[in-house]
T-cell receptor, first 114, second 110 residues
Framework: GAVVSQHPSRVICKSGTSVKIECRSL??????MFWYRQFPKQSLMLMAT?????????EQGVEKDKFLINHASLTLSTLTVTSAHPEDSSFYIC??????????FGPGTRLTVT | QKEVEQNSGPLSVPEGAIASLNCTYS??????FFWYRQYSGKSPELIMF????GDKEDGRFTAQLNKASQYVSLLIRDSQPSDSATYLC??????????FGRGTSLIVHP
């Protein structure tokens, strides 16, 4: 199956700072990527759909000014958590689809804000 | 609103048994159905997808789809302790954005 990578896998930052997470499709081109957040023992929550060359589409309740998404190429999407606070601590996961409807997930980024 | 329902479990089965995981969905227009496995602290991993009514087998896994009943299931034969994880059902209805269930926790005990 298709391979999706994420970097970093873990990050600890201080409250008020910004953190950038990269998501790459390694062996295919992804016109659309997805960003999810998952709190412990809870289900995946879709945050936004990232479209190459255009603005991301955010789900209801997700602050677009706080979670900046850029999809500059067919293999790279980035999520920047701006002015992070402890409540933003979570597991952030990106995914992409190759040709069909099946999605392939990156390994995730665990963000801890102190 | 599109909904995907799964029993949260945990479903506990002995090693070597068949584990049966079930999922129902509300949108009759749903077209694609997926099962993901998620180990604790890891991201989901696609294990099966099915588009047509009936059964689809892949190794120890069988996905079953019944669109009339809006029901999709996953059978795991010869369950192993390494199969212990949360299994997520996901459904799409013509777009690439899936709706996920909350997942069923499976425990396979030796």
């Amino acid at each position: 199956g298709a391979v999706v990578s994420q970097h970093p896998s873990r990050v600890i930052c201080k409250s008020g700072t910004s953190v950038k997470i990269e998501c790459r499709s390694l062996d295919f081109q992804a016109t659309t990527m997805f960003w999810y957040r998952q709190f412990p023992k809870q289900s995946l929550m879709l945050m936004a759909t990232s479209n190459e060359g255009s603005k991301a589409t955010y789900e209801q309740g997700v602050e677009k000014d706080k979670f900046l998404i850029n999809h500059a190429s067919l293999t790279l999407s980035t999520l920047t958590v701006t002015s992070a606070h402890p409540e933003d601590s979570s597991f952030y996961i990106c995914s992409a689809h190759e040709r069909g409807y099946e999605q392939y997930f990156g390994p995730g980024t665990r963000l801890t804000v102190t | 609103q599109k909904e995907v329902e799964q029993n949260s479990g945990p479903l506990s089965v002995p090693e070597g048994a068949i584990a049966s995981l079930n999922c129902t969905y509300s949108d009759r227009g749903s077209q694609s159905f997926f099962w993901y496995r998620q180990y604790s602290g890891k991201s989901p991993e696609l294990i099966m997808f099915i588009y047509s009514n009936g059964d689809k087998e892949d190794g120890r896994f069988t996905a079953q789809l019944n669109k009339a009943s809006q029901y999709v299931s996953l059978l795991i034969r010869d369950s192993q302790p390494s199969d212990s994880a949360t299994y997520l059902c996901a459904v799409t209805g013509g777009s690439y954005i899936p709706t996920f269930g909350r997942g069923t926790s499976l425990i396979v005990h030796p």
